[in-house]
């Protein structure tokens, strides 16, 4: 999933490096339970650890690697209590531990009565080893992503098949077991660790296919599961990239009429047809001259990305946007994109696990008259991600790591599970909540009708978190209807008001997503599968 550069990450909620102690264990025996030294999770009494797990499992006597994990304990009595929930951001690449603090956001006191089980998974965050290529990779004064010209192509085509070679040599054999199957053994792992029969599981994005996959194979497993943001399991991986362009460029027309509607505040076009004329004059005008020196039509793909993700940070990229149109002015406009595509020594870590997971977990095609044929078609549809998401995952031509089948996933033998999704979400489109409702027959799809966010849940939407909360307390789920559609509609996370007293500001659960767009963009998501 496409495709924020400080997400692959999907979603990172904090920095949490030194979060993490030597405490340690292995899946014989118990975690051994430390401090956290993350100011979030310390301030909810978390505690922090590490499990061994075998490198790869086809050789469990074999190399050992580390995965970072963190415990937020239930607040019930002990009559009360529901067990251990397994918590992932999605990504593939996003870090996880701390996922540990959701709890304390789900309504009504239901989520006090689990312990919240954050992970790092492998070669992410705080896990050993960490898998990083190339820091530099996402820097300023890359080529534009369509590729207009023989020079644009064979440029990305050298810097993809570079940062490949890069991770090869990085990552070694561990880019030999990155694959989905490796992280649902790894959460299985992790439950034998913590002495539970079975576990309760939230995923977002991406974490929704690794639910998908561990109920599949361990179903017996599994007390309940939310997936938000519901991954197609059967389109993995290179067809599903195919269907977010087509769908980031439904929503990203959803956003330009948001603007043409706040004209008066934006000046950048009474229609959504003239903003979005607007955006694509302004990616050819910076191909030749960069806003600033450095924000180019790649750069300024990448920060309008982030509304096709989310109704939050709408306001902020439509005033950076303004400010450079009708002033010149390109601070906002590198703030943005310098918040959501560090640049520091292991900053791709993110970007590097996903391109890990998703070049293994299913072959791509080899041949680049495939891509090329491809992605014209699509761009023809749907000019806004296409090229952009097809160079971001070119690497996968060029992997080391050692390609699996994708399993085929099923829930006939899974418990009732709740899935989440707004119907124009673009990261994980909504034919693939219905794909992995159908697959799922105890499952209950609850959809945000019409919304653009991705993987929005315990956002402050009533009528979602509400359903949540009452799955986690009892497991109560809405009635599933025999049509192929979802069971219970709400509305949709509102899209903001730049008129109203309080614009900008966005009610944020405090230590599952912070309040600065940057850190709302860490989610999972794209994600990043998500």
Same mark, same amino acid.
């Given at each position: 999933m496409r495709r924020f550069w400080a997400v692959a990450t999907t979603v990172a909620l904090c920095a949490v490096g030194a979060a993490v102690t030597a405490a340690q264990a292995d899946t014989r025996g118990g975690i051994v339970w430390g401090p956290c030294a993350d100011a979030t999770l310390k301030a909810q009494s978390a505690e922090c650890g590490f499990v061994s797990v075998p490198r790869d499992y086809g050789e469990p006597g074999g190399p050992k690697i580390k995965l970072a994990v963190s415990r937020v304990k239930h607040t019930v009595p002990a009559a009360k209590y529901q067990g251990a929930i397994l918590v992932n951001p999605g990504g593939p690449g996003g870090e996880g531990v701390g996922m540990a603090t959701l709890g304390s956001h789900v309504p009504k006191g239901a989520g006090a009565a689990y312990d919240w089980i954050g992970f790092d998974p492998r070669g992410v965050g705080a896990s050993t080893p960490k898998l990083t290529c190339d820091s530099d990779y996402a820097g300023y004064n890359r080529p534009a992503y369509v590729p207009s010209t023989a020079a644009i192509e064979n440029a990305w085509h050298a810097r993809t098949?570079?940062?490949?070679?890069?991770c090869a040599k990085a990552g070694g054999p561990l880019l030999d077991n990155m694959r989905t199957e490796d992280s649902v053994r790894d959460i299985d792992s992790i439950r034998r660790a913590l002495g539970a029969e079975k576990i309760s599981f939230y995923g977002? +994005?991406? @974490?929704?296919?690794?639910? %998908?996959?561990?109920?599949? %194979?361990?179903?017996?497993?599994?007390?309940?599961?939310?997936?938000?943001g519901v991954v197609d399991p059967g389109r993995v991986w290179y067809r599903s990239n195919l269907d977010q362009d087509i769908a980031f460029d439904r929503s990203i027309k959803v956003y330009f009429a948001w603007i043409a509607k706040h004209d008066a505040i934006y000046r950048l076009g009474r229609t959504a047809k003239d903003v979005e004329a607007l955006y694509y004059r302004q990616l050819t005008a910076l191909a030749a001259k960069p806003a600033g020196g450095l924000i180019g039509p790649a750069e300024l793909t990448d920060i309008f990305l982030q509304p096709g993700y989310y109704i939050f940070g709408w306001e902020a990229t439509a005033q950076a946007f303004s400010a450079w149109v009708n002033r010149k002015d390109p601070l906002g406009l590198k703030r943005l994109y310098d918040e959501n595509h560090p640049q520091g020594e292991g900053d791709d870590n993110g970007y590097a696990v996903y391109l890990?997971? %998703?070049?293994?977990?299913?072959?791509?095609?080899s041949d680049w008259k495939k891509w090329s044929r491809d992605n014209w078609r699509v761009h023809r549809e749907a000019p806004f991600e296409t090229w952009g998401n097809a160079w971001y995952n070119a690497p996968c031509r060029h992997w080391a790591g050692k390609v699996g089948r994708p399993v085929e996933v099923? @829930?006939?033998?899974? =418990?009732?599970?709740?899935m989440i999704s707004e119907t124009l979400d673009a990261a994980t489109p909504f034919s693939g909540a219905l794909e992995a409702r159908r697959r799922f027959p105890l499952s209950a799809l609850v959809e945000g009708v019409d919304g653009t966010t991705h993987a929005g849940s315990l956002f402050g939407n009533a009528c979602i978190d509400d359903t949540i909360a009452d799955y986690l307390a009892t497991g109560a789920l809405p009635r599933r209807v025999k049509a192929n559609r979802s069971d219970k509609q709400c509305a949709p996370i509102a899209q903001p008001? =730049? +008129?109203? =007293?309080?614009a900008g500001v966005v009610a944020v659960p405090a230590g599952k997503r912070a309040g600065n767009v940057g850190d709302r963009l860490r989610l999972q998501r794209l994600i990043h599968g998500g």
């Open positions: 098949k570079a940062y490949a070679a890069d977002f +994005s991406y @974490g929704t296919y690794l639910a %998908q996959v561990y109920a599949t %194979q361990y179903p017996q497993r599994v007390r309940r599961m939310v997936m938000d890990a997971v %998703q070049c293994t977990d299913a072959r791509w095609p099923t @829930g006939k033998k899974a =418990p009732a599970v709740l008001n =730049p +008129s109203a =007293p309080t």
